[in-house]
């Protein structure tokens, strides 16, 4: 059991936004729902890849923000294509990796290697790993030779 579990905050759209995420990870399961005497969707608890988040149909009060995130640590190239074109559709790009799903949620989406490549002992490596990923949208690090040496 997760001792602590995220709650966001959204303004309506919970039942669509859980059942977009079950699409998107293959992982993924919601847990329980809750309604409003009218229907609609109060809140919900879902698992994505083991992580328990609950979700709370609060209104328009605290909207979504990127100071919230949700990282996808992704293990080769295909992987941050396709979390990167799922989570994006209907949202936005922003850079570094990140992105606004359709619902207003920001998520990062990495690629493993770029943390190895980052954290290289050699500071001028790392630095130019930093460099070149400031300048992206999508993060390309996961393919050989997209990032400097």
């Known amino acids: 059991m997760h001792i602590v579990t995220p709650v966001l ?64 640590n992704c293990k080769n190239q295909e992987e941050v294509d396709y979390y990167w074109n799922a989570l994006t559709a209907g949202g936005e790009e922003s850079m570094c990796g990140w992105l606004v799903d359709k619902f207003g949620l920001s998520w990062q989406i ?8 980052m954290s290289d002992p050699d500071r001028n490596k790392s630095q130019k790993v930093m460099m070149a990923m400031l300048k992206m949208k999508k993060n390309y690090c996961s393919r050989p030779g997209s990032c400097p040496k």
């Open 9 to 72: 905050w959204f303004n309506g759209k919970v039942a669509e936004a859980i059942e977009f995420y079950c699409s998107v990870f293959k992982n993924a399961e919601v847990l329980h729902k809750s309604y409003y005497p009218e229907g609609e969707v109060l809140t919900a608890s879902m698992k994505i890849e083991g992580q328990k988040i609950n979700f709370l149909n609060g209104g328009p009060k605290f909207p979504l923000t990127p100071a919230i995130s949700f990282m996808v």
């Open 110 to 117: 990495i690629p493993d290697a770029l943390g190895k490549l």
